[in-house]
C-alpha cells in the first residue's frame, strides 16, 4: 500500500511543478544554510579532548589588583601568569602533573648556506606537556624531569618539520640548529592538532598553524626568549630580562592535571593560600582572586568559538523555520485542494490512518528532494565558506557522512513535521460533506 | 472598499492566514537584524585609516641569526638606506606595528605620573623621521621629529620618549580645552614625561578588535626603532609604482644580507591585502547576512504567490457571482491587495515587536548596538511592499475570473 501512496504522492507533485519545486526548495536552501552554519559552528567549538576535558585545569591568580584593570572586566583576574606566580606554582607542584607554557618564535638556518633560513614557532613547556595532552609520537619521546632541571638543550619537533629537516627519517638523537644553537631531538610527534588549540588560546585564535616544535621551558628561560605571544604589564618594568621576571607582567600559562574532585579542592585551597601568603607578604594588597577552569569552561571564558559563528548559526536556524513555516502554509494548499478527492476516498472505505499515511508520504517525497538539494547546496556552502569566514576557521569546516546523514535527517524530519497539521487537516475532511456539495 | 466581508471571509481559511502573518512576521524579525548587522559591520569596515593605503605596503622581516640588538640596529640602518635608493619607492620607516595590524604595543596615557586609575588607552608606534611621510599622515600642529632625535632601543628597557607626537584623536581626548602642543603626559606606564612636539591628523590605532573601539584612534609615535627579532617596514611607492616596489624592496634587502626571513606567505603585504585581512570578518558577515536576507524575502514572497494563488482558485465561483452581481474588475483585485495588506499589517505589527526582542537578547548575549527603529520602519515597509507586489499576479488572475463562472456549477 505504501507503494502506492508513494506513486499517488509523486502524480500530485507532478501535477503542480511549481508548488512543489518551491516546497523543495524552501526546505532545500533552509537546510543548506543551517548546515553549512553548523558545520563552522561544530568545528569550532568541539571539545577538543572529551576524555579529558575535565581534568585539565588552567589556574589564574590575581597579580593585577583591581585597580590595574579595567572596569569593565568584571574582576575578571589576568588570563595569563607572571613568571613569579608560575614558579611559585611549578615548585609546589600541587598537581599530579602540570606545565607552564608560552610560545617562542625561532630562526632556523639550514647547513646548506643556499637554502634560505625560515622561522619556526613553537612552545616552551615542561616534561609533563606530553603525558597531560596525550601528545602521540612517532619517534623517540619527550623527555624526563631530569633534561628541565638539567636545562637541557633538547627538542621534540613535530612531523611536518622532520619532513621538511630530515625527509621524515627517524632524526631521533639528530642535532638541529636554532638559532644558532645545537639542540638534541628526543622525540618526533605524529602529526597532531587538537582543534581548537585548546592549550594556547590567551596567545592564538586557536586555529592557527600547529606549533613545530617543543623545548625545556627551563632552557627557553635560560636563553633569555622572549614570549612569541602577549605580554601584559600593569606598570612598566624597570628594564632588562631579570626586571621583566620579577615584574607583574603576565604572559605565562600553567595546566594542572587534577584526576578528581579532591585534588581539584586540594589545588583550589592551595591558590587560595599562595594568594594570602602574597597579601601577607605586601607583594599583593588586595583579597585573593583566583580562579581555577578546565577545558571547557576555559574555552567558553576565553570566547574561542567566534561570535560571527553563532549570530550566523542562530540566524540560519531562524531561516530554517520560516522555510518551514512556508512549506506548511504551501502543503496546506495542496491537500486541501484535494478536499474532493478524499472525501471520495473515505466514503469508498479509507480510514483517517490511511489518509495521514497517504499525506505523509507524501510529504516525505518533498523531505528527501529538499534533502538531497540541501546536501547539494550544504557541500557547494561549505566549499565556499572561505568567502564568509576567515580562512583558517573555513578550512576546519567539512563535510562528512555525520554531516551528510544529518542534513537529510533535519530534511526529511522537518518536512514531516511541517506536514503534521496540513495532514490532520485532510484526515479531518468529511466524506458526505464533500460528496453533498458536488 | 469594505473590510468588514474581507475579515469574514479569513475566518475561513484561518490556517493560511495565520502561516502567512507569521512567516511576514519572521522574515521581518530575521531581515531586520540582518540588515542591521550589515550597516554596523559596513560601518567598521568604512573607518578610515588615517595613511595613504594606495600606495603603501609593508615587509615583515625576522632576523635570522640571533643578533645582539646593536647589529640589528645597524643592519636596520643599512636596510633603511637601500630601500630609500629604490627608484620605485617613494620613503621608508621602521614599524613596530601599524593601523590595521591587529596586534602590537598599547598603553594606558597617564596626564599625571601617580595617576593609578588607568582609563585612556593608546597604540605605541615605534617610529623615526621619516614615518610621517611615508605614511603619509599630515601634522596639524607642532612639529616632526627630527633625526638625531631618533633613537634605539629594545623592549625590556625604558622607553625613549622624552619627545612624542599623539593623534589627534588622543590630543583631543587629553586636552579637551586648548592645544595638546608642549603638554607633558605619562605614555611609557612608567613615571617618565614625555612632552607632546606635534599632534597628527586622523591615525588608527594597531587593531581594529571591538575592545579597542574606544581608542580606536589613538596613537603615540615614539623616536625610536624598536630592535626587536621581527621588525616592519612601511614602504611607500612611488606613484603607480606599487607592484614594482613590492619586487625590487625584498630583492634590495636580501642584496644587503640574506640572513633574514622575509615569508612568502605575509612577508610582504600590501596595505589593501592589510585591509582585507583586518576586515575579513565584517565583511563575510555582511555578505552572508545579505544574502541570507534576500533568500528570506525570495522565499516569503514565494509563499504568499503560492497560497495567494490557491485561494484564488479555490473561490473561482464566489468571484464568478460577485463579478455577475456588479463587481467591476477592480473591486475583485482591490479585495486581494486589501486582504493581504491586513495580514501584511497584522504580520509586521508582531515581527517589528519580534525583530525588537531578538535584538535585545542579541545585545545581552553578544557585542551587538541596540536595533535603531529606522530599520524597523524599512522592514516593515519593504516587507508591505512585497506582499502586495508578491499578491499581485494572482490577484490579477483573480480579477480575469468572467461572470460567466457563476453560472458553472459543476
Redesign the interface.
Known sequence: MLAYYLRLGLRSLRRNPV?TG?MI??IG?GVA?SMTTFAVFRAVSGNPIPWKSGQLFVPQIDGFGP??R?PGDNGEPPDALNYQDTMALMRAHPASRQTALYPV?I?V?PADASK????VSGYAVTTDFFGMFEMPFQYGNGWGANEDDKRASTVVISSKLNQKLFDGANSVGRNIVL???DYRIVGVAKSWDPRPRYYDVVNTSGFGDSPDFFMPFSRAIDLQM?TDG?NN?????????D??LQSTCVWLTVWAELPDAAAVQRYRSYLDGYAADQKRAGRYNWAPNNRLRNVMEWLDHEHVV???T???LL??L??L???L??T???L???F??RSQEIGVRRALGASRREIYTQFLAEASMVGVAGGVLGLLLTAGGVYSIG????PEIAALAHVDFGLIGLTLLVAIGATVIAAF?PTW?AAQVQPAWQLKS? | MQIKPILAAMRHHRAGTVLIALQIALTLAIVCNALFIIQQRMARVSRPSGVDESNLFVIQNFWADQSSPQRIDAQMRADLLALRELGSVQDVAPANSFPMRGSGWDNFIKTTPDQIRSTLDSAIYFTDDHTLATLGVSLIEGRNFTSSEVGSQTPPDPMLASEVIISKALAQTMFPQGSALGKTIYVSGGNRPSTVIGVTDTLQAHTVANWMNEYAYNAVLVPARLLTDRTFYLVRSRPGQLAAAMRDAPKALFAQSRMRIINRKDGVMSFAQVRKAAYGRDVGMAILMGIVSLVLLAITAAGIVGLTSFWVGQRRKQIGIRRALGATRHDILSYFLTENLLIGITGVAIGAVLALGINLWMVTQFEMARLSLAYVAIGVIALLLLGQGAVLAPAVRASNVPPVEATRSV
Open positions: 508548488l518551491l526548495m524552501a536552501f544554510a585597580t590595574g579595567d618564535a630562526a638556518v634560505q633560513p625560515f622561522s638559532d644558532n644553537r622572549d602577549n604589564c600593569n606598570k612598566a618594568p624597570d628594564g632588562g630580562w626586571a621583566w567566534p561570535q560571527e553563532k549570530v550566523s540566524v540560519a531562524g531561516f523555520v520560516v522555510c513555516v512556508n506548511i502554509g504551501l496546506l494548499a495542496k486541501m485542494r568567502l564568509v569566514f576567515e497539521y487537516r458536488n
